[in-house]
Structure formats: C-alpha cells, structure tokens
C-alpha cells in the first residue's frame, strides 16, 4: 500500500537534538566572517577534522541553525547607497497583507513588528532620496498605515549576520548603586 504524506522533509533516524557547544559556536562564528572556507580550513581554525567539521555543519544545517549561506553585496556598489529605517504607525495591527507584500520589494531588507512608538520597522536599501520619497508613497498608499518616522543612515559602524557568540554578563543583574 503506498504512503500518501509526503515525508521529503522529514529527517530520517534523527537522535534528540544536541545544544549548541562551544566547538559549534566557534564554527559558526568562522562561518559568518567567511562562509566560503573549506571544510579543511574551518577545521584547521576550530581545531578539528575536516570530516568532523563537516558532520558538524550538517548537523547545524539540518537542525536550522545555519537557515542558509548567502553572499553579502555592498549596497553602494549595486547603486543602492540610501539606507533607511522607516517605523510604520498604523490604525489596529500593523501586519496586513498588502504591508506584508512590501517585504517582495527588492529595496526592503527587513521588516520587523516591534513594541514601542511603531507598529513596524522596515530597513530598506534605496538608490537615492527620490526612491525614499517614492517608497514611502506607496507605504502611505497602503489601507491603515497612518504616519511614518524615516531615519537615514549617514554611515554605518557595524552591520552584520546574527553572531555565534554569547555575553552572558548581560543577563547578570547589575549591582546596586549607592550614591
């Protein structure tokens, strides 16, 4: 009798999930500076194997861990140097359908629903203030979004992927100042 659930994303004999070790975090830290190292050269910066390194990986891709290996492009250089952040206000939730549909937009990053004075935050990569005026055009354009805050990026001292690394200091309490 044939199967008829389409099992292609199940993994197969997969064990109980392992943490994140300190070896996994130290591969994944190489790996967002350079996704392009061999197995070899990761393994020779992580002080293992290169098969071991590989097992590792794949472990990490399949677990989702590692959503995906990309290219990163300077935004000046494809002639999109504008980078805004625009927090979206709008009547009831924020996330409708025809917002949602900005996201196929190549000039949108990211979007986010967030708390605070915003509904949404958009990070959007522009050609120049003309396409800025134009893409929040087409945001008012949409039904419920009511204001928008746009801040534009001078320069840029840190963009990067989601790090490996952990500062457990920062979920200690802070001491008790006496003044």
């Not at 990761?42 to 071991?52: I, K, M, N, T």
Request: aromatic fraction near 4%.
């Amino acid at each position: 009798m044939p199967n008829d659930k389409n099992t292609d994303t199940i993994r197969q004999n997969a064990g109980p999930a392992r943490p994140i070790d300190p070896t996994d975090r130290r591969i994944l830290a190489a790996l967002t500076t350079r996704a392009d190292l061999s197995y070899a050269e990761l393994g020779q910066e992580v002080g293992l194997s290169a098969p071991a390194v590989h097992e590792r990986v794949k472990r990490l891709k399949a677990s989702g861990v590692i959503e995906a290996t990309v290219a990163r492009i300077d935004g000046a250089a494809i002639g999109k140097p504008l980078l805004a952040f625009i927090h979206v206000n709008t009547v009831g939730w924020g996330k409708t359908p025809e917002l949602m549909a900005l996201c196929d937009l190549p000039e949108v990053e990211e979007m986010h629903s967030v708390t605070g004075d915003a509904c949404v935050l958009i990070k959007a990569r522009l050609a120049d203030s003309a396409a800025l005026e134009g893409f929040l055009a087409r945001l008012y354009d949409l039904p419920g979004v009511s204001s928008t805050q746009t801040y534009v990026a001078l320069s840029s001292f840190t963009e990067r992927v989601p790090q490996a690394g952990i500062t457990e200091s920062l979920s200690a309490p802070l001491p008790i100042r006496r003044r």
